[in-house]
């Protein structure tokens, strides 16, 4: 035999192969989860793509503690039943500047004392809803949508959604 400097490869030993296939399943059980989890992530993030946001209203007042309370809503639709754009247009454009203010004065003014989850808590304590249902009370008053319908091919619909954005805090005010 001639001996050109190169071993030759033998086989690996039963040892070792059990090691490199332990290796390949942990990598391809790795690499599966990553690609379930993005998958996961991707579905439950586009649960909200058939959603469009229309309309967005910053609110915000002074409460009668003195400090001062905003939130941004926004009002969206879905794309099957959009908003028509001249109503969005206009509710965009309006000056909200006084409504958070209204919005309080009216609540505080009529506190929704049959929306609380035990009725003899006091609205002050952290487990009464009535602050958010008060809040909510005056803005189904102070915020209105001119009325629309769309045909969506089974007659005519309307859908709304309204979502208030993380760190608002107007409701507070009135607890």
């Avoid at 033998?10 to 040892?15: I, K, W």
């Avoid at 006084?98 to 035990?118: D, F, K, M, N, V």
Wanted: aromatic share 10%; net charge negative; charged share 25%.
């Amino acid at each position: 035999m001639s001996s050109s400097g190169a071993e030759t490869a033998r086989p690996p030993s039963p040892p070792e192969r059990g090691r490199r296939l332990r290796r390949w399943l942990i990598a391809g059980a790795a690499t599966a989860f990553v690609v379930i989890v993005a998958l996961v992530a991707m579905f439950f993030m586009g649960q909200r793509s058939w959603l469009t946001t229309d309309v967005t209203i910053s609110l915000s007042y002074v409460g009668d503690d003195g400090h001062t309370y905003s939130c941004t809503y926004d009002f969206r639709t879905s794309k099957r039943v959009p908003m028509p754009a001249d109503i969005a247009e206009d509710m965009n454009e309006r000056d909200w500047s006084q409504t958070g203010q209204l919005i309080y004065e009216w609540a505080r003014s009529h506190p929704a004392e049959s929306w609380t989850t035990q009725d003899e808590l006091p609205a002050s304590d952290p487990r009464s809803t009535r602050a958010d249902a008060s809040w909510s009370l005056a803005m189904d008053r102070y915020v209105r949508f001119p009325p629309w319908t769309v045909d969506a091919g089974n007659g005519p619909e309307y859908e709304l959604w309204q979502e208030a954005r993380a760190g608002s805090n107007c409701a507070d005010g009135l607890r």
